[in-house]
């Protein structure tokens, strides 16, 4: 076992990484651990690390949307900052660096924005500091032949929406010029995977605010989504991965934090 490997075992959550946002290896297998849209839920962060702990992971990626809707922001980015993941800017983490407001049009947008607000107020200038060093992209070759390059939105937008429905035409447009193999995007909070041409596209789905649809309600259900990409050469392995949570311990949490609209918040969580 190669001493990346031996790192990875003790879990990529207390292992060193390289610094350089373009991850490059030699070998001929690696596995990756994807997250994303965690929205300040601590308890469905931790309920995947330790989860991830046990997998043998060379890099972890976070694809962004950190600390936003949801009642830990602080400390979710504190235990952002002890994992070694490389991270990319989500929309809500673009938001809490420029705070551009949207106008609220009803009721729900205004206690949406008033928990973005209250979620802002939760951080220290060194949290905004650590926010700042998120990145458009990141990209990792497996081989000289086999990149992956993750994204939140798309490789142009963090708010662009990918989905299984999405005309080619549309992807073509926000994927062009972008020649990985595979690309690995989250936004939406729904798992994919799609194929478009010769690329593969990905979605782990979301840590801290899964999504459900059903019939006219979408509703958060009772799991933590996010995946695994395994590159055995010359074989590509995906593991969509779930992790049951403690639903009534997240809602608590909302209540105790002080998070305005905690009950209103809640109501979506089963």
């Not at 922001?73 to 989500?90: F, K, Y």
């Not at 041409?197 to 259900?221: C, F, K, M, W, Y």
Request: proline share 6%; hydrophobic share 40%; aromatic share 8%.
């Amino acid at each position: 076992m190669s001493p990346d490997c031996a790192a990875a075992d003790a879990g990529v959550v207390g292992s060193s990484v390289p610094s350089a946002v373009c991850l490059k290896s030699e070998r001929q297998f690696m596995r990756i651990g994807i997250l994303s849209d965690i929205h300040a839920n601590l308890i469905a962060l931790n309920t995947v690390l330790s989860d991830l702990r046990q997998q043998r992971l060379d890099h972890l990626v976070f694809l962004g949307d950190a600390a936003v809707f949801g009642p830990q922001p602080h400390e979710v980015i504190a235990t952002l900052r002890t994992i070694n993941c490389r991270n990319v800017m989500g929309n809500t983490d673009d938001w809490l660096l420029h705070h551009e407001a949207d106008e609220a049009t009803d009721e729900n947008a205004r206690k949406l924005a008033d928990i973005y607000y209250w979620c802002a107020e939760q951080l220290a200038p060194s949290d905004l500091e650590y926010l700042q060093s998120f990145h458009p992209t990141v990209e990792i070759a497996f081989d000289s032949a086999m990149t992956v390059l993750c994204f939140h939105g798309s490789p142009v937008s963090c708010r662009d929406v990918i989905l299984s429905s999405t005309p080619d035409q549309e992807l073509e447009r926000m994927l062009s010029g972008y020649s990985a193999a595979i690309m690995i995007g989250g936004h939406t909070h729904v798992p994919m995977l799609r194929y478009h041409g010769a690329r593969t596209l990905i979605n782990p789905g979301s840590v801290g605010l899964p999504i459900l649809r059903q019939e006219d309600r979408v509703r958060h259900p009772p799991w933590a989504n996010y995946a695994i990409v395994d590159w055995t050469e010359p074989n590509l392995y995906i593991e969509f991965r779930r992790a049951v949570l403690d639903v009534d311990k997240i809602i608590q949490t909302a209540f105790d934090s002080g998070m305005p609209h905690a009950e209103w918040w809640a109501k979506d969580w089963s």
